[in-house]
């Protein structure tokens, strides 16, 4: 049974920062392609970054967060992080983890219907 927490949400005026995690149980983030998403109010879910499995950790951002978030993980750990820097009101959202044991392709890093594990989400207010 596959479990992914996440934690590190909060509230945070703009120009702040905040790092997420996200630990996964009943697997390997070694073996998965991870991602963090997110929800805002009246919005539809989106793709913020991801991370590749082992290998060459490719990586692919939302283009309204490249250059402000960074996503990384630890293997030893089995965690999965996303650093926030530079945050906007518009990032206000819940952000959501997710696991892909399917290895999708680079251009569908981002793709909602790619990921088949999830997390609860946590909420992030940026004011």
């Known amino acids: 049974h596959v479990q992914l927490v996440e934690s590190g949400g909060g509230s945070v005026q703009a120009g702040g920062s905040l790092r997420l995690s996200c630990t996964i149980s009943?697997?390997?983030?070694?073996?998965?392609?991870m991602a963090w998403f997110r929800q805002a109010p009246g919005k539809e879910r989106e793709g913020v970054a991801a991370?590749?499995?082992?290998?060459?950790?490719?990586?692919s951002y939302a283009a309204s967060v490249k250059g402000r978030f960074t996503i990384s993980k630890d293997n030893a750990k089995n965690t999965l992080y996303l650093q926030m820097n530079s945050l906007k009101p518009e990032d206000t959202a819940v952000y959501y983890c997710?696991?892909?044991?399917?290895?999708?392709?680079?251009?569908?890093?981002?793709?909602?219907?790619?990921?088949?594990?999830w997390g609860q989400g946590t909420q992030v207010t940026v004011s």
């Open positions: 991370i590749d499995s082992d290998g060459d950790g490719k990586t």
């Open positions: 009943g697997n390997t983030i070694s073996s998965n392609c």
């Open positions: 997710a696991a892909s044991p399917f290895r999708p392709p680079l251009y569908r890093f981002l793709a909602l219907s790619e990921y088949k594990y």
